[in-house]
């Protein structure tokens, strides 16, 4: 066979297996994200099961997806897993980045406060990183890990301006504060204000329905 008919034959299957790749990612994470907007993270997982997903996506981009579906089915042990397995692999500094501020918070929240200190470590020397990110995981190890409640001025000051999810995070990084310093009383009311902005944030069609 001619060697310039084997070269065009084999450019047209490289051709060929991108645009299916391509196509097949495409239709694979539209699939993914529209199961996890209808909150079936278990959908999302059975979606990543499938071995074409292991030929489609590297896999930092294959961990990733699934971290989020285990993260919101609340397990564990798995996130756990999976965090640590992305942890050992080689990664471009954003993505390392995105991984460790993940990471952190998701010991933090496990109370596996030498795991987050280790990964803390790791973002102090990071280049790159906004100093506003830091300061925030800082902030966050000292209130969790080390009980401090050195920012209790601080974030009461920032209360006044703040909405949203910036003002339920206030008060609850002020009711985690006030229980470290012993004052039980105006721990729950600022947990009692953080309740009730997310009760009045619940859809009328979400709610419970009453008994009959």
Known sequence: MDLQLVGIILVAICVISLVYTEVQKRLVFSRYQTL????????CVRLLDRPV???IYPKYNQLYMRLNAQMCLENEQETRRIIEEMLALRTNAEQRQVLLL???NFFVEQEDYDRAKELLDELRGMEGLPAEQLEECERTYRIFAEKSSAY???MEARLGSAKGGERNTLLYLLSVQYENRGDTRRANEYLEQVRSAFESAVPADREEPADS
Do not use: P
């Open 152 to 154: 209790i001025k601080q």
């Open 53 to 55: 997903i292991k030929l």
């Open 36 to 43: 996890f907007s209808q909150g079936d993270f278990e959908g």
């Open 102 to 104: 993940r990471a952190f």
